[in-house]
Nanobody, 125 residues
């Protein structure tokens, strides 16, 4: 059974940083395609960043480019999202997700059958 468990969310002031982690179990973490998504109430879930074992980081949404970094530590079965220079509009529930094929490197939520439970990240003064 594939399981994804996020951690690292919380409350931070504008301009601050958070590091989200996603520990993965149930499949070999040396052939993967993973993503981070976020959602606010009343809006669709949106892709934030994607990474695969084949190409590395493959996508960042425009609003986070230069501020967020996606990475993975194969030996720890863990995916990360480093979020810097955070803005109030980054406030959301953040989800990590795993695609069904390591060949996929896009941001369509429908291509990701496995999801974590979500973790709140709040940017506020």
């Amino acid at each position: 059974e594939v399981q994804l468990v996020e951690s690292g969310g919380g409350l931070v002031q504008p301009g601050g940083s958070l590091r989200l982690s996603c520990i993965v179990s149930g499949f070999t973490f040396d052939d993967y395609a993973m993503g981070w998504f976020r959602q606010v109430p009343g809006k669709d879930r949106e892709v934030v960043a994607c990474i695969s074992s084949r190409v590395g980081p493959s996508y960042y949404r425009d609003s986070v480019k230069g501020r967020f970094t996606i990475s993975a530590a194969n030996a720890k079965n863990t995916e990360y999202l480093h979020m810097n220079r955070l803005k109030p509009e980054d406030t959301a529930v953040y989800y990590c997700a795993s695609a069904s094929s390591s060949e996929y490197s896009g941001g369509d939520p429908g291509a990701y059958p496995y999801w974590g439970q979500g973790i709140q990240g709040t940017v506020s003064s």
